[in-house]
Each structure stands twice: as C-alpha cells, then as structure tokens.
C-alpha cells in the first residue's frame, strides 16, 4: 500500500484503567496518562454504528461462527475499496474490509482478534501439530504436514485461527488450501500466517457513549472554544455576509452547531442535487425543527439526468456531476442574493484528503465567484466530529448508523463499491442506476466488467478493470495564416457560436464566406468559446463572473447580451462544458 499517509497528528489514546478513548494524553477521568494507540494513519476513527456493527457481526458470524459485542471504534485506513482497522478496548483486532471480487466483507485478523475470539470460533480454525508450532511462532507457514485437523467448510482464500494441539490460538493467516485438501494432500502449503504469537484476552467491562463523552469533555469545550473564536475572527477580517452550506453530513452538522454556538448572524442552505438519498431531505427538515432554523433549498432539479446522455456516466477523474449539479446552482444562489460576495462556512476536514489538507482552512473556489470559504474544523479528526456530535446531542443522519461513513449523492463516483453494497439493502434507486450503467455498456459493446468498478473513472486504474471508453467530444482546428478559418469536426449551431465569440476583443474575429475566421492571437479564447457555446449545459458557473451583467441563461443556454458586453474575457473561467 506504500508510504503511510499523514494528514495530521493522530490523536487515539487509550486509558487502560477507565477502558476509554481519549482524544488527548491524559484521562479526564482518573487522570492517568492515555496509552498511545497505535492505528494506522491518517487516524479517520469513528464510533461503531447499528450498522458497522452488523457487517463485522455478519462477517465474524461467516468466517469464525460466532460475534462479538462492546464498545468498538473503526479507523478507515488507506485502500482500494473501504477497509477499516476495528478497535476493542484500545487494540487493533483487526481489518474489515470490502472484498470486490466476493461482494462482500472480509475480515483479517490480528493477534489480539484470534485471543478474543478463539474460545468462541466453530468454524475457520486449524490446528498444527506440536513440530509446527515453533516454526510458526517463527514466522513460517503452516505446511500441509503440520496440519492435525481442521474445520470443515475452509476454502481456499478464507481467513483462518491457527491453533496450538492444546487450542490456544497461535497464529492467523488465509488458507492456502480447502479443508478436503488439507486432509489429503502430502504436500504444500495449507495457511500462510501473517501473524503468529502467544496472548490472552482480558476481558474488561465495556464503555458506554456517556462515559466517552464524559472523560472528553473538557477537550471537546476546548475545541469548541477554538472553533467558535475562528467563526468569529474571520468574519471581522472579512466583512461578508455569512451562511452555513448544509449537506445533511456529520462535518457540515458540527459546523452548524459551531456556528449557532458563535451568536453571530448568518444564513443556511442546504444544495438539493436531485440524487440524494431520500432520509438526507427528512433529516436536513429534521434538523431545521429541532433547531427552529430557516434553511434555504437551493434545487439543482433534474440537472443529473438531463446532462448525463451528453456527459456520460460521471468519474472520479470526471466530475462533470458536482459542476452541473452543486456549483452551478450554488453560483446562481450567491449571485442572486449575495451578489458582492459571500462567506460560506464548510465542513471540511484535512484529514479526509490530501488536496483538503492542503487547501487550508480559508480558500477561494475557482468554480464559484464570490464565494469565500472556510472551515472552523479543518484540524478536526473524525472522532472528534463524532464526540462533539454526541456532547451536543445532535440528530444523527440514519444512513451514518446504517454503516455508511460519508453522505452525499446516491451514485456519486466516488464512492466505495461498499457503500453501493450498504445502499442497496435500504433503497432501491441504486439497482436502477447500475441497471442505467448495464444498459449504457451494452449499447456500446463495453464489457460488462466496466459496470463493476471501472465505470468510476475517465481513467481507470488497473485494479478497477481498467476498462477505458470513448467519449464524443467537440473538436475544433483552426488552418491558415493570420486569420485562421475554424475547422470542426461535426455540425454546430453557428448563430449560437456568433453570440458566444462577441466576447472575444471587436475585430479579433469575422465571418468570411460562411466561414468563422480568427485573429491567431485569440485562437485559445475563440476555441474555448467555441466548445461552450455548443456544449453548454446551463449550469450557470460564468454568471457570477461576468462583471457587468452580461451573461444571461435562455432555455438551459448561455447567451452573451451584446449591448452589455465589455470583451473583458472574464467569463473565460472554469466551465464544465470545455473540461468535461
């Protein structure tokens, strides 16, 4: 997987006294001094939902025959689909993770999962025979010869406990071969041990939510503190009006919370998509109530599906979706109620992504013109999120305790394949898009692997398929000297065209015997220009760039009102008609 991936200092320790998570050193509760956990970085941690789990249950219950209950904590860790390191009593137990090619989770065990589970396990065990076990707490594997005896029902692939001749557990590892074969074969290789050793488990009483809270508190109103003083300061320093972008998520849930916390005066809105999931519009209704709040609905309408023919399936290397359906209609919002600018708090968070930690706390969108970002939380961790959640006692997304760990657009491509997995068990628009992806594939003669992964991206990375498809995309050429006559490689609408290249600077282009002709120092803007006047989706992106109100939409289209025009070229930003 390479190098680990740092976004921030991670901040998971552990009071072996009190049994509890700390998100500092020392115990707010007896004062000890917190063990470090050691979990893999970033350090994303988050409470074990309903539906966190139930997977690990289903998973455990699959593989070993048996579950577990307590207070868990899961840290997501870097991989190709979800993968989360599950945290029992301040110990990595081990590894849940979605298994594309099964289509379903797997779990790998750690040494202190096979302690935990070994006495309750009546499936997925192997036991060595005494010659075998020194060379495997060695770090060798277990040879067919070394095996005495084993479950029924392993497979090969499956994840096992290996077990001394007396039943402690002494190692964990896949299984090389079937149980049948590991009963007749002579020779080869029956478990490749990842871990080995000796340990017990203590069995500890569990934690509950309020003693987690507890023991954090004084923590959690420090961070608030901090936060609520950010809210404040960058509204001094800027002066704008503020609003709060509400997505229905955890992180934008915390900023709101901040925000009322901080008695400043601010607006909130909430960005329909169109593609949300059913239970984010209730609980966005939900939260208004609780709180008596006014919360703007800004509605992107069918903007998805109108555009997704022309665009095709979006990708995480091709998100034409987030342009036509957030920014766009977000543009429009500002524009038309903060046209001299607008201070929008986010919930973003560095420890999501790399481009997230390092875009800062303040930032500018090249996508959205007035608009001012910033975020109170940007050096927050997902526990802490999660702890403030629970401090406040604030309404929870249900989709959160369903098992999933962000929340956005149903089909968004950035999603894992697990949590199409998750989705799928409660709603059913998700069978109806991959039903929409079969479709589109078959009519194209696109193997029908590309559906199972490889349609998330423009360019898809080899573990995905790697199934790349064509898109039809406007070409223009220009050929000549000076004046270079516009080539392109299919019918346009040239009234449309005209319109859009009266932004170029007066006497930089002409028509000449029907043709469009440009001056070759404009090429590059009568190109762009060109590309947008017949792809344009309506998104509405280059209205608040325009600084003399020259740009209008009519019937979905942008038109150029040509008594208006300056020939600035400021519109001749991001557009997702020309990226995409």
Same mark, same amino acid.
């Given at each position: ?19 509890? @998570?700390?998100?500092?050193?020392? +115990? ?12 893999? @970085? ?20 699959? *593989? ?11 840290? $997501? ?44 396990? *009546? ?15 060695? %770090? &060798? ?23 001394? @001749? ?23 290789? /029956? ?34 503190? $901090? ?35 901080? $008695? ?8 329909? *998509? ?25 509605? /992107? ?29 977000? *543009? ?17 968070? &560095? ?41 406040? &006692? ?14 956005? +657009? ?7 394949? /697990? ?24 009519? &194209? ?34 050929? %000549? ?34 043709? #469009?002709? #440009? ?57 997702? /008609?020309?990226?995409?």
């Amino acid at each position: 997987m390479g190098r680990p991936v740092y976004l921030g200092r991670l901040k998971l320790y552990w009071c072996d006294k009190c049994n509890l @998570p700390l998100l500092n050193k020392k +115990c707010g509760k007896c004062g000890a001094e917190g063990r470090k956990v050691n979990i893999t @970085p970033p350090g994303e941690v988050r409470i074990g939902f309903e539906g966190d789990m139930q997977i690990l249950n289903e998973t455990l219950k699959r *593989t070993f025959g048996t579950e577990i209950d307590g207070f868990l904590l899961f840290n $997501r860790i870097p991989h190709y689909d979800r993968m989360d390191e599950v945290i029992m009593d301040g110990k990595v137990i081990g590894n849940l993770r979605y298994d594309v090619e099964r289509g379903n989770f797997t779990i790998a065990l750690r040494m202190e999962g096979s302690y935990l589970l070994n006495d309750k396990i *009546t499936k997925g065990w192997v036991i060595a025979d005494k010659g075998a076990v020194e060379p495997i707490l060695k %770090g &060798r594997n277990l040879m067919v010869p070394g095996v005495r005896e084993c479950a029924e029902g392993i497979e090969r692939g499956d994840e096992v406990i290996v077990r001394d @001749p007396d039943g402690k557990a002494i190692a964990v590892g896949i299984a090389k071969m079937s149980s049948e074969e590991m009963r007749k074969l002579e020779r080869g290789m /029956a478990v490749k041990i990842r871990h080995s050793g000796y340990g017990k488990w203590e069995k500890r009483r569990q934690a509950n939510i309020e003693e987690v809270i507890e023991v954090n508190e004084k923590y959690l109103k420090n961070i608030e503190e $901090r936060a609520v003083h950010f809210i404040k300061d960058i509204k001094r320093r800027y002066n704008l009006p503020m609003a709060v972008s509400f997505s229905g998520g955890k992180d934008s849930l915390v900023v709101l919370l901040l925000a009322l916390e901080s $008695r400043l005066e601010f607006s909130i809105f909430f960005l329909d *998509t169109g593609i949300e999931l059913p239970e984010t519009i209730e609980y966005v209704e939900e939260v208004e109530k609780k709180y008596n709040l006014n919360i703007d609905k800004i509605s /992107a309408g069918n903007a998805f599906f109108e555009n997704l023919e022309h665009f095709g399936p979006p990708g995480r290397d091709y998100r034409w979706c987030c342009k036509a359906c957030k920014l766009g209609p977000t *543009t429009r919002y500002i524009l038309e109620n903060y046209p001299k600018g607008l201070l929008t708090l986010i919930g973003q968070r &560095r420890y999501e992504s790399m481009e997230r930690m390092k875009k800062g706390s303040v930032w500018e969108n090249e996508w959205v013109p007035n608009q001012l970002s910033a975020s109170p939380i940007q050096e927050w961790t997902s526990l802490e999120v999660w702890l403030y959640i629970f401090w406040k &006692r604030a309404p929870i997304n249900p989709w959160y305790r369903r098992g999933l760990t962000r929340i956005g +657009c149903y089909l968004c491509p950035s999603s894992d394949i /697990a949590d199409f997995y998750i989705e799928a068990k409660y709603f059913d628009g998700i069978e109806k898009w991959f039903e929409y992806l079969r479709k589109y594939a078959k009519e &194209r003669g696109i193997p029908e692997e590309w559906v199972k992964s490889s349609w998330r991206w423009k360019n898809p990375p080899k573990w995905a398929g790697g199934i790349e498809i064509e898109r039809n995309k406007l070409e223009v050429n220009f050929e %000549g000297e000076k004046w270079k006559k516009v080539k392109l490689n299919k019918e346009i609408d040239m009234d449309v065209v005209e319109n859009l290249l009266f932004a170029l600077p007066e006497g930089s282009w002409r028509i000449k015997n029907g043709n #469009v002709e #440009v001056d070759n120092r404009f090429l590059r803007e009568a190109e762009s220009l060109i590309i947008r006047s017949q792809e344009c989706i309506g998104c509405g992106i280059c209205l608040g760039r325009c600084p003399v109100d020259a740009l209008i939409l009519i019937d979905g289209k942008i038109k150029i009102v040509e008594d208006k025009c300056i020939h600035c070229l400021d519109c001749l930003g991001k557009c997702p /008609a020309e990226e995409f």
